[in-house]
């Protein structure tokens, strides 16, 4: 007796433009390079090549990620709030019923039929049957198409073939099942029970056996044709298994959605179809992902990530998501982000394959940070142009800097101006660096005096001086109550009986509601008054008193503040600071004279409305007290000495401060 034994072991896929079967269960090997078999590849946005079955595999083989983009494989995305709805049953309890045998609409709502035509009769066939796995693509078995000799890519223009979705008749001329029938060119089921041919579709459940369990089981001639790629079902219900059978799929159900787990492929005959062998789909998933991605990328591209690059559609201005998919053709407009430089119009354009035809390599560069500095003078140009040094620069802008006047180099550095360049990542080739104030300064402002009195200080003669206000909440306006020197950006030294109340716990005084205020280049002793270019007006943020200072109680010892200012000093030719002899370089002899400026009282016993200056001799701590018998004594404490004479007696410049000239250098300097 003939064995007899209906077999194939490969799978296909349907499309509308034809049908392709998995002829090599071998894994292919993958191929970075562009130049070898660069039509059976997916260009990756950045440029190299991958294989077709990396595109989508939950792995970024691209180096920019353009083979797993969102957009691309929102197919291969199930589940909850994700793109693809797949494996759900729809059952609205209309029943077809043969000899008491039925299937519900909608209990396999993924199932179709597939028909040839017969050239004979002008009329098509029930073939064999598949399952739909994308709007327009049906799995199914290759025996029902494969023809010794013909390629693996089979055209419909060759074999006419039409799918049949939603219907569970097998006649598809004469019946209408639901309204979900619609007939298509190129892909569905029909079944046999004993000899007769049934007229509508049957559904069963068939229970899982594994490949050894099944290879076991079947030691008559049939275990050969169970190949490493097939499990078996078993079915009790006896029903004869014929050609338009194959194809059929089985699924299981995983987290609420049906799983197509295997392809109908062969049947026992000699056992009456009991057992029924299934292509396992886990072993042929790379193939119909390659497919897959073949049918859909083919006519596409990915828009991929480049750095400052934004994009959109020729004469539009919408702006499109990296990863969004472009059409074959579709030529997409490129421009630069805020922050980038744009060396040329830019444009690609898709030629398929995740491929695209682009006018430049690179197209924006990113623009260097504004230079800007209180110590430095920069000057920016770009091709021997003028550039704004304030803005944003473009690659290959040159900065040119060299200290400002009223500074000098840091330690060590040549006085000879640097150079900076702005490369084409948006870096300068090195840092600024930050000149050092020049203190202790005088800079006369030529045609700056304030009134032709001589005791009337001149712009420029001590602009490290500064008035110390306070707000007077009754008036709403600020009180001039003392004077300082600047000696940093955001330092100023005064006395610390200026800030002084009784009962004070803490010598430390945060000030955060504007309270008191400092002005530098200033002139005129009313607050309002802008004097010139050089007047600030800075609030105080904190004061540190001396930690022995107690006031009166303590006759004055101790009596010096540091002010923390808000924001910095700009320093210039009229603010600057004072210079401090932090090594005890310099000593002052009685007699010397040294520089005071202030509002105080003048001769005729009144605040004076603008500033003051004098020189006054030096008077070291004991020819002071010596000077004085009237109790004024307890007063020239050990941290004092004095400064006068009666030349000047009657001239009260204020209080908070007094300098002592010195040099250093050659250069004649101010140290407080």
Not at 1 to 21: D, P, Q, R
Not at 166 to 172: A, C, E, F, L, Q
Request: neutral net charge; charged residues 20%; glycine residues 8%.
């Amino acid at each position: 007796m003939k064995v007899a034994y209906t077999w194939f072991i490969y799978s296909c896929l349907f499309f509308e433009s034809g049908i392709l079967c998995d002829r090599k269960l071998e894994r292919r090997q993958a191929v970075s390079s562009c130049s070898v078999d660069t039509d059976d590849k997916f260009f990756c946005s950045s440029g190299p090549c991958i294989e077709w079955s990396w595109v989508c595999d939950g792995r970024k083989d691209c180096s920019d990620g353009s083979d797993e983009t969102k957009e691309l494989c929102a197919r291969y995305e199930y589940g909850t709030n994700m793109t693809t709805s797949c494996g759900r049953v729809y059952v609205n309890n209309d029943e077809l019923i043969d000899n008491d045998k039925k299937s519900i609409v909608g209990t396999l709502p993924w199932k179709v039929g597939i028909f040839q035509l017969n050239k004979d009769n002008s009329k098509y066939n029930l073939t064999c049957t598949g399952s739909i796995i994308a709007p327009n693509v049906v799995i199914s078995a290759a025996q029902c198409f494969v023809q010794r000799g013909l390629s693996n890519q089979i055209s419909i223009i060759d074999r006419p073939v039409i799918v049949v979705v939603g219907n569970y008749n097998r006649n598809i001329i004469t019946m209408v099942d639901n309204d979900f029938t619609q007939i298509m060119e190129v892909v569905l089921g029909g079944s046999k029970n004993g000899t007769r041919t049934t007229s509508v579709l049957l559904e069963s459940s068939l229970p899982f056996i594994d490949h050894s369990t099944c290879r076991k089981m079947n030691i008559d001639g049939f275990n050969q044709f169970v190949t490493f790629d097939k499990f078996c079902t078993h079915n009790k219900l006896g029903q004869r298994m014929l050609n338009e059978n194959a194809g059929s799929g089985i699924s299981f159900l995983h987290l609420k959605s049906y799983y197509i787990t295997g392809i109908l492929s062969i049947s026992n005959n000699l056992k009456n179809d009991t057992v029924i062998g299934f292509t396992d789909i886990k072993y042929h998933v790379q193939w119909i992902r390659v497919v897959l991605n073949k049918h859909f990328i083919a006519n596409s591209c990915v828009l991929p990530t480049v750095e400052g690059v934004v994009y959109s559609y020729e004469g539009s201005n919408e702006i499109l998501s990296h990863g969004t998919l472009i059409n074959h053709n579709q030529t997409i407009i490129e421009n630069c982000e805020i922050g980038y430089h744009k060396v040329y119009y830019g444009f690609r354009i898709c030629l398929g394959k995740g491929k695209w035809l682009s006018n430049f390599e690179k197209l924006c560069f990113k623009m260097c940070p504004p230079l800007e500095s209180d110590s430095l003078d920069i000057k920016c140009s770009h091709n021997g142009q003028y550039a704004n040094c304030s803005n944003l620069l473009i690659p290959d802008t040159i900065a040119t800097l060299s200290c400002k006047s009223t500074y000098n180099a840091p330690n060590g550095q040549d006085e000879t101006p640097l150079e900076l360049l702005c490369q084409s990542n948006g870096m300068w080739n090195k840092q600024l660096y930050r000149c050092n104030p020049n203190c202790g300064r005088v800079y006369i402002i030529k045609n700056h005096v304030l009134t032709k009195n001589v005791e009337n200080a001149t712009v420029g003669t001590a602009p490290w001086n500064v008035g110390i206000y306070q707000l007077n909440k009754k008036k709403s306006n600020h009180d001039l109550i003392c004077g300082g020197s600047i000696i940093s950006p955001k330092l100023v030294v005064s006395a610390a009986h200026c800030f002084w109340q009784k009962g004070m716990l803490s010598r430390k005084i945060s000030i955060n509601d504007g309270l008191y205020k400092i002005a530098v280049g200033k002139y005129a002793r009313n607050f309002t008054v802008i004097d010139n270019d050089f007047t600030q007006m800075i609030n105080v943020e904190t004061v540190h008193l001396n930690e022995g200072y107690y006031g009166p109680l303590g006759f004055h010892a101790e009596d010096i503040a540091i002010i923390v200012l808000q924001n910095r000093v700009s320093f210039s030719n009229g603010v600057a600071p004072v210079c401090i002899d932090w090594n005890g370089k310099y000593n002052v002899a009685n007699g010397d004279q040294g520089k005071i400026v202030g509002w105080g009282e003048t001769e005729k016993g009144i605040f004076s409305p603008i500033l003051l200056e004098a020189y006054v001799p030096y008077i070291n701590h004991s020819a002071c007290q010596n000077m004085y018998t009237n109790g004024f004594q307890p007063y020239v404490t050990v941290d004092k000495f004095c400064a006068g004479s009666a030349l000047v007696s009657g001239q009260v410049v204020g209080r908070g401060y007094i300098v002592a000239p010195a040099y250093a250098f050659y250069t004649p300097i101010h140290i407080i």
